[in-house]
């Protein structure tokens, strides 16, 4: 490889962040977008994020947002640069529905940020997400919000990640007070106390003085009582918290906390700054062809995602790709691992919003968005040069399931296209029933929401009105060892055994304890909540 490619790319490579951000809905994430853009100097643009939550928050209506501007409930990728780096945001949609994207963009991250509302602590969504981020070994980073109101004490909720996630926390920065007493952070990086002062109305940008811990002031700044609590609190901190592991953070066994408040855009710097310093670089991915490092010469990626008729103008199909090595650069032409055909990619674009512009060219850590005529399905590969084929993304195990039915015969061809074309698109799962009498796909989804989509698509983007029949099951479990090894575990009670796309066995509960009963009868069969990777 010339020397100066590789430079090029251990550049790139060095200035790259990628996060994703996970939460539970309300703790604050499209603030804390918002706010970091603005260190970004996308400030103009940090107002079209608003304007998303704007609707976002008007759920029911959704499908009306869908007709007007094309899109409303996805995933979008925000770069900015900060202080020489380029910050790749991989925003994930806040409707707790649309979970299953948000797994699959957690495929494409190479950190995560959870996001904790300080009064509520771990919400349900965002324990699911942290899964998920576990199951792939991210770092993650913790953001505790909304510091302006009451909320729990910090040790209270540095005890709960602890305990609860198995997770050993570093606090970067302490927060002295809370609510009306809220007086600031203590950076523990720079031994510095930063000031926060509500401004005349109280809410906006709050005024950030940083004063150090050594300065005789601050017993004058702070109340009597703060003063004390801030003292035994540091001395608890520093006396018996551990040292801050660089290490662990990588593999995700230890998380750096921050504690602030978006919407007064206290603590957002601190944090971007530690940030930029811990977190982990674009690194390897894994092959066919063993682990291949960014600075592989040759570009390749992989798709995350695939989003449809963004544009209602056009019905274009968007797919996004992580790239993961090279140099990406427009008009390439790749080869796509899964069909073997070549594919000149000739619009690629970065995303940001609604806002599209053509991009000239990428590096790894970052995500570009390709017109997608049908070729590309999630998990597939691109590359240039020799083959080579990344892990499949894999799927995540759906909550709620419903044959989809096309009571009109005449538009069996349509109905047939769109089941297929949504499912590539990964929308929703689709599985069949293992009696072949039953030929109606059953739709497999995390949420409610999710039906309500193929429904809504199946009827504008296909002509066909479909009818759903709800299933009473709420678990699927991938059988290991596929259909030979269930058929040899003989009869199974309170379950019922369809298939996935790819035609292997999945046994559908209609709740835990069920599989608990089967797992009791059979401790033989080996059943996983997330289905194999196909590759
Ligand atoms: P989400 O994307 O995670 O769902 O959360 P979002 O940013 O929409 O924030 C949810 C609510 O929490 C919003 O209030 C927002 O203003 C508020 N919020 C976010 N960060 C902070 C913070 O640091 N302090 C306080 N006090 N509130 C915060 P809303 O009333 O739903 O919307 P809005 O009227 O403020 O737009």
């Known amino acids: 490889m010339s020397t100066e490619l590789q430079a090029e790319l251990q550049t790139a490579v060095e200035r790259r962040r990628n996060f994703a951000i996970i939460s539970h809905p309300d703790a604050g994430k499209t603030t804390l977008t918002e706010k970091l853009l603005l260190y970004g100097g996308a400030i103009h643009q940090a107002g079209s994020v608003k304007a998303r939550r704007a609707q976002r928050h008007a759920t029911s209506d959704w499908m009306e947002m869908e007709q007007q501007r094309g899109i409303s409930i996805t995933s979008t990728v925000l770069q900015f640069a900060y202080q020489n780096c380029q910050i790749n945001l991989l925003d994930t949609p806040g409707h707790q529905d649309f979970s299953e994207d948000t797994y699959r963009t957690l495929a494409a991250a190479d950190n995560a940020v959870m996001l904790i509302d300080a009064a509520k602590g771990l919400e349900p969504q965002t324990r699911k997400l942290f899964e998920v981020c576990r199951m792939r070994g991210l770092p993650i980073f913790t953001f505790i919000n909304k510091l302006d109101r009451p909320g729990r004490e910090p040790l209270d909720l540095l005890d709960e990640i602890e305990q609860e996630l198995g997770l050993q926390t570093y606090a970067v920065n302490w927060p002295i007070g809370m609510g009306d007493r ?38 004058g700044l702070l109340e009597q009582s703060l003063y004390h609590q801030f003292k035994d609190d540091l001395e608890l901190l520093e006396g018996l918290g551990p040292e801050l592991d660089l290490e662990r953070i990588h593999h995700g066994k230890m998380t750096p906390v921050f504690f602030g408040s978006a919407m007064t855009n206290f603590g957002v710097e601190l944090f971007l700054n530690a940030f930029l310093d811990y977190a982990l670089k674009p690194g390897s991915h894994a092959s066919n062809k063993g682990d291949i490092p960014p600075t592989y010469p040759e570009f390749s990626g992989f798709v995350f995602k695939l989003q449809a008729n963004m544009d209602p103008k056009h019905r274009d199909r968007i797919a996004f790709v992580r790239v993961c090595s090279g140099r990406f650069e427009k008009d390439m032409t790749v080869s796509h691992a899964r069909s073997g055909k070549t594919v000149r990619l000739s619009r690629p674009q970065k ?58 015969p005449s538009k069996f061809k349509q109905f047939r296209k769109g089941v297929s074309e949504l499912q590539e698109e990964g929308a929703v799962q689709i599985m069949y029933s293992a009696d072949e009498a039953k030929r109606d796909p059953i739709l497999a989804a995390v949420g409610q929401l999710q039906f309500e989509v193929v429904q809504f698509r199946m009827q504008n983007e296909y002509g066909v009105e479909t009818q759903l029949e709800l299933l009473p099951y709420s678990v699927a479990r991938w059988v290991d060892g596929g259909w030979e090894a269930l058929t040899k575990v003989g009869r199974l009670f309170n379950t019922v055994a369809v298939k996935d796309s790819w035609n292997r066995p999945v046994l559908l509960f209609r709740n835990e304890w069920n599989v608990s009963q089967v797992q009791a009868d059979h401790p033989e069969l080996q059943l996983n909540s997330i289905a194999p990777v196909v590759s």
């Open 182 to 219: 809220f007086k600031g952070v203590y950076d523990r990086r720079s031994a510095q106390i930063h000031l926060f002062e509500r401004s005349a109305h109280g809410q906006r940008e709050a005024v950030d003085t940083a004063i150090d811990l050594g300065d005789p002031r601050i017993e």
């Open 351 to 408: 995303l940001f919003a609604q806002d599209r512009e053509v991009i000239e060219e990428a590096y790894p850590g970052d995500v570009i968005g390709l017109n997608n005529p049908g070729v590309f399905a999630i998990g597939d590969t691109i590359y240039v040069g020799s083959k080579l084929e990344y892990e499949g993304i894999p799927c995540f195990s759906p909550e709620l399931f419903a044959y989809l039915k096309n009571p009109n």
